[in-house]
């Protein structure tokens, strides 16, 4: 009897002991479970953040290259030209920039406003410049077509006493009704050419030049798609700090802008 009863408490206390391991073992399983349907869920979560902002960067660089190409088209034109996609473009840039500043990262974003704030300088300015000069190239398209009161007007502004004598309003008044210029055109006209009669025209001011601006703002697009392309190469389970450590050595920052025009 000895022997049989020492027997079950053995067997007893065994299965007592098991009870706790297996809990424990349980625990574990479940706690691993737990960690990999989090880690899944994070992955998942930042391979969909990742996608949005590559589309988000996507669609910036291309306003950005639509932006510079327009620049560059505008820029030698020697014939008037419809500067409202100009308008919609630059319209475009800060759309395009609103989006990747609401998708971050901060490293890319900080990128895109430089980027943004030269190129859209840039082309700001050139379409100024273009719009000063149409009345004088719409003009000459004129002239160059055989319109009599264009030719009329021409001589009269280009002549050896342009800048001496005034011109008579009826000249200013029959370009716009014959269709030659718009009333804001002519007015731009004629403004210009009081204020050279009363010797308030001035020489334009020093600018950098139009291709090293152009070759600047590629080279800092480049600058920004790298920093992009650093940022979806990492892998989805970096944590963010270690990301942004990552991404400070490659850094361009917005201070490094290039040069526009003055």
Known sequence: MQIEAISALA???????????????????????????????Q????????????????AFIMAVEQALELAREIRPAQMALDL????????????????????????????????????????????AEHRRIAPTLALRAAA??????ALALQRRLNGRNASTTRIDRQLWRDVVQAGV??????????????ARLEG???????????????????????KF???VRDHLDAPLGMPPRARQRGHARSQWRPDNAVESFE
Request: no cysteine; proline share 4%; hydrophobic share 45%.
């Open 225 to 227: 798609i790298a920093v």
């Open 84 to 127: 409202e996609p100009g308008k919609l473009l630059r319209r475009e840039l800060r759309k395009t920039l609103a989006v990747v500043q609401l998708e971050g990262p901060l490293s890319i974003a900080q990128q895109a406003e430089g980027v943004q704030k030269a190129v859209d300088k840039t082309l700001a300015t050139v379409m």
């Open 144 to 149: 160059e077509q055989g319109n009599e009161t």
């Open 43 to 58: 992955a998942a979560s930042a391979q969909w953040r990742n996608n949005n902002r590559r589309d988000a960067a996507v």
């Open 181 to 194: 210029l718009t009333p804001r055109q002519t007015a731009m006209l004629a403004r210009r050419h009081h």
């Open 200 to 222: 308030r025209l001035t020489g334009a001011r020093p600018r950098v030049p139009f291709g090293e601006l152009y070759q600047s703002h590629r080279e800092a697009l480049g």
């Open 11 to 41: 067997a007893s206390a065994a299965a007592i002991l098991g009870v706790p391991a297996a809990l424990v073992v349980g625990f574990r399983q479940a706690r691993a479970a737990r960690e990999a349907a989090e880690h899944a869920a």
